[in-house]
């Protein structure tokens, strides 16, 4: 599987060419290359440390996405991506190394023509984890907040003064 393939169906997806989009696209290679398929639903499930370009690779090419409820974003601020596949029961880390691609000397150019040179092993440590996914995405019932009428899911209702309402609306209400 071809980095520079691969890196061309990231962008379009994206909309332009960066060294995060090349990170996400190796992540996504060495998945794929190890044993994981694209999903279709909910197989394969991605948990990300960050909301940068790299996600978007994912989402394209391994078919994890926020709205099937198989991409998960926990706000680190890290390029750590782990991946559990349903299908075979077995999930790996990827964490971003520090080192040759941090070097400001390098044009941005230089860094994205770098990263998709090099291997997902010379830029992740790569690590088997225990298999233990997230749960299924949950279908819930959206209810109108009382204050502003507007469907909200059930489990993201809060209540202020009796009041079932929205997260925005309560925000405004307790000031």
């Known amino acids: 599987m071809e980095a520079k393939e691969l890196m061309e169906k990231a962008v379009r997806f994206h909309g332009h060419i960066c060294p995060g989009l090349a990170i996400g696209v190796l992540a996504a290679k060495?998945?794929?290359e190890h044993g994981h398929d694209f999903?279709?639903?909910?197989?394969l499930v991605a948990v990300v440390e960050n909301d940068n370009c790299s996600v978007d690779a994912l989402q394209v090419l391994l078919?994890?996405?926020?709205?099937?409820?198989?991409?998960?974003?926990?706000?680190?601020?890290?390029?750590?991506?782990?991946l559990y596949?349903?299908?075979?029961?077995k999930s790996v880390k990827l964490a971003l190394k520090s080192g040759k691609f941090d070097d400001k000397k390098l044009s941005r150019d230089?860094?994205?023509?770098?990263l998709?040179?090099?291997?997902?092993?010379?830029?992740?440590?790569?690590?088997?984890?225990?298999?233990?996914?997230?749960?299924?995405?949950?279908?819930?019932e959206s209810i109108?907040?009382?204050?502003?009428g507007e469907p909200t899911m059930n489990s993201r209702l809060m209540t202020y003064n009796e009041s079932e309402m929205c997260i925005s609306c309560y925000k405004k209400m307790r000031g």
Do not use: M, W
């Open 144 to 148: 109108p907040c009382e204050v502003c």
């Open 110 to 114: 230089e860094k994205i023509q770098l």
């Open 39 to 43: 999903s279709p639903n909910e197989e």
């Open 63 to 82: 078919g994890t996405t926020f709205g099937k409820g198989n991409l998960i974003h926990q706000d680190y601020g890290k390029n750590n991506y782990y």
């Open 116 to 140: 998709l040179k090099s291997t997902p092993e010379e830029i992740f440590n790569i690590y088997e984890i225990e298999f233990n996914p997230p749960g299924l995405a949950q279908i819930e």
């Open 85 to 89: 596949d349903r299908r075979i029961k």
């Open 30 to 32: 060495y998945i794929l």
